[in-house]
Nanobody
Framework: QVQLVESGGGLVQAGGSLRLSCAARGRTFNSYDMGWFRQAPGKEREFVTGISGSGGTPYYADSVKGRFTISRDNAKNTVLLQMNSLKPEDTAVYYC????????????????WGKGTLVTVSS
């Protein structure tokens, strides 16, 4: 069982930055691949970025490559999402998710979800 709690969302102007944090409770945190997903109003939840349990090469959606950076600290059971050069289309609820093993970063493949944190980017 893994419990995930996101924090760090808020309102920011276009071009600005935010850092989201995901705190995980549970044992063997480094056994879980961790991802960030987002869901904009009226749209389906989509993959943003993910990182393996060992902290290997991260994966990014094309829409955020070069602007977002994921990192994890297994000693602190946390995953961070640094978001730079934010755009209005980045506005969404951002969710932290965990999967026991690689599942292709599909929404249905993730085993645990946080409740999400809202990011609003104004133009």
């Amino acid at each position: 069982q893994v419990q995930l709690v996101e924090s760090g969302g808020g309102l920011v102007q276009a071009g600005g930055s935010l850092r989201l944090s995901c705190a995980a409770r549970g044992r063997t945190f480094n056994s879980y691949d961790m991802g960030w997903f987002r869901q904009a109003p009226g749209k389906e939840r989509e993959f943003v970025t993910g990182i393996s349990g060992s902290g290997g090469t991260p994966y990014y959606a094309d829409s955020v490559k070069g602007r977002f950076t994921i990192s994890r600290d297994n000693a602190k059971n946390t995953v961070l999402l640094q978001m730079n050069s934010l755009k209005p289309e980045d506005t969404a609820v951002y969710y932290c998710a965990a999967s026991y093993g690689y599942t292709g970063w599909s929404v249905d493949g993730m085993d645990y979800w946080g409740k999400g944190t809202l990011v609003t980017v104004s133009s």
